[in-house]
């Protein structure tokens, strides 16, 4: 796997994939410069070997229209504060301008071009289009790891251009390690705690990670689908009816492979979906009608944490109850205790995959975990055991 430190920059161009598709208010001030930030060793580096750099990234949808709301000249300034260096702006990604913005870079200098989605042939992958982006650099470095599961141009096909000099950013490659070290290489036991509301959008992940843990925590609403096909009564809670039969293989497939899986015995039941709705603790598989569980009782927190704090390699996706609701957030800040202990124990945990990382940011726990995955849909895609294309392409 070759990454930045595989290289050196002195005097040569590195044209970087990054993804600043970062919130802006409606005056075009950035609001989050978390990715701004993450992409700042990978920029630093090429720099401080005494390279130029040529930033690349969408912003957006703009469907392969210009769409001046989109443009990334809005967040140029914000850019160049967070690296602490004068960033360029060019206002097109390919052509004469900026080819001629590109070659004109001295060493120490930073070009952003205009969104790479103005050009429909980006989200198609057009060969012509990567070639053309191709001719900004000298290397290619891809540290968009939010788009590694596109084979877009930038992200994937422009790599065919740069067979010897191209290589991961130092995000990318710590995604890449971390998700390598919950599905490969992690100590044992290895577990995954699976949470969110549908056993539909984790059944990909669910299957796929079977091999590879000794644990698999259910929880969220994706809980009733399981009871109910055991045979429980789950009264209004979410549930997938078409999908019981398919959770009852997975809890066959489970053993026949020795994963222990653990699912809630107890929920806090709700009279209706709402924070001030009447509460009380009930047996997951006595739910009465007119209750749903919204989250999970004491004494499967108790459970779970016997479990995680036993565990060496941990990943977590998806919330154990609706945390959004202050009244039923105790499960997934009780999850997020216990794995943080586990990692102050010297467990490795990972948590990744769009809601989780939301819930793991609201409560504070980012700084408890090893890792938290930027890229949702990729983390994702990951998970399911897909290879991703934007990866594939720097390893090929
Ligand atoms: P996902 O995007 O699949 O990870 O699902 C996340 C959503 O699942 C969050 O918005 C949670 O509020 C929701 N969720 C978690 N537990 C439950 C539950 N018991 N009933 C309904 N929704 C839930």
Request: net charge negative.
């Amino acid at each position: 796997m070759k990454t930045i430190n595989d290289f050196n920059f002195e005097n040569k161009r590195a044209l970087i994939r990054v993804d600043f598709n970062v919130p802006m208010d409606e005056n075009f001030n950035v609001t989050d410069t978390n990715r701004i930030e993450a992409a700042k060793p990978t920029i630093i580096k090429v720099l401080e070997d005494g390279g130029s750099v040529v930033l690349m990234s969408h912003l957006g949808r703009p469907n392969g229209q210009v769409v001046p709301e989109l443009s990334l000249e809005h967040i140029c300034s914000k850019v160049s504060e967070v690296l602490g260096v004068q960033v360029n702006f060019v206002a097109s990604s390919v052509g004469e301008e900026a080819e001629k913005a590109a070659s004109s870079l001295e060493n120490g200098q930073v070009l952003l071009l205009e969104n790479l989605r103005f050009n429909a042939e980006e989200e198609k992958g057009g060969e012509a289009f990567a070639e053309q982006l191709s001719k900004l650099g000298d290397v290619y470095i891809n540290d968009a790891f939010g788009t590694a599961h596109r084979a877009h141009a930038s992200t994937t096909v422009v790599a065919k251009f740069f067979p010897e000099n191209k290589c991961f950013g130092a995000l990318l490659a710590k995604e890449i390690i971390a998700i390598e070290k919950v599905m490969q290489t992690g100590e044992k036991p290895v577990t995954a705690i699976l949470g969110g509301a549908k056993v539909s959008s984790k059944i990909t992940i669910i299957e796929n990670i079977l091999d590879k843990v000794d644990h698999l925590i259910i929880g969220g609403g994706m809980t009733y689908t399981f009871v109910k096909a055991k045979g429980g009564q789950v009264g209004d809670s979410i549930c997938e009816d078409d999908k019981m039969e398919l959770a009852l293989e997975i809890l066959k497939q489970a053993k026949a492979k020795g994963v222990e899986v653990h699912i809630p015995v107890d929920v806090i039941a709700a009279d209706d979906f709402s924070n001030t709705a009447n509460t009380k603790i009930v047996d997951v598989d006595k739910i009465e009608a007119g209750w749903q569980g919204l989250d999970a009782g004491p004494k499967t927190l108790e459970i779970f944490k016997e479990v995680i704090l036993k565990s060496k390699t941990i990943l977590w996706n998806g919330p154990i109850g609706v945390f959004e609701m202050e009244n039923f957030a105790n499960g997934t800040i009780s999850i997020g205790n216990n794995i943080a202990e586990a990692t102050k124990n010297g467990a490795f945990s990972l948590v990744g995959g769009g809601d989780s990382v939301a819930a793991v940011k609201q409560f504070g726990f980012q700084d408890k975990v090893s890792y938290v995955s930027t890229g949702g849909g990729a983390m994702l895609e990951s998970l399911e055991g897909k290879s991703l294309p934007g990866i594939a392409a720097i390893k090929a």
